[in-house]
Nanobody
Framework: QVQLVESGGGLVQAGGSLRLSCAAS????????MCWFRQAPGKERDFVAA????????FYAESVKGRFTISRDNAKNTVYLQMNSLKPEDTAVYYC?????????????????WGQGTQVTVSL
């Protein structure tokens, strides 16, 4: 099992940047595909980005391509989400997820482990 703890959320003006971090417990972090999803009030949990175990491949939702970057440091058991050019529609709770072998990268049901989430609010 793995436990995930997100941090780095907050309030930022449109056009600004934030970097989210997700720290994982355990010694097998490098065996997990990692992801970020987000959920706005009253909406479903939506895919944001995913990264393979070695970090060699990354995947993004169309809405964040070119603005967000997912990365990982297996030595630090941490995955990051660098968010630039933030927009009010990026406002949501951001969740970090993990799975050994998700069938797809973009469905929340494919990930077994989740953090508690961190709030990101983008103001005009």
């Amino acid at each position: 099992q793995v436990q995930l703890v997100e941090s780095g959320g907050g309030l930022v003006q449109a056009g600004g940047s934030l970097r989210l971090s997700c720290a994982a417990s355990g010694r097998t972090f490098s065996q997990y595909v990692m992801c970020w999803f987000r959920q706005a009030p009253g909406k479903e949990r939506d895919f944001v980005a995913a990264i393979t175990k070695s970090g060699g491949l990354t995947f993004y939702a169309e809405s964040v391509k070119g603005r967000f970057t997912i990365s990982r440091d297996n030595a630090k058991n941490t995955v990051y989400l660098q968010m630039n050019s933030l927009k009010p529609e990026d406002t949501a709770v951001y969740y970090c997820g993990a799975d050994y072998r998700p069938p797809k990268y973009s469905s929340p049901s494919d990930y077994d482990y989740w953090g508690q989430g961190t709030q990101v609010t983008v103001s005009l």
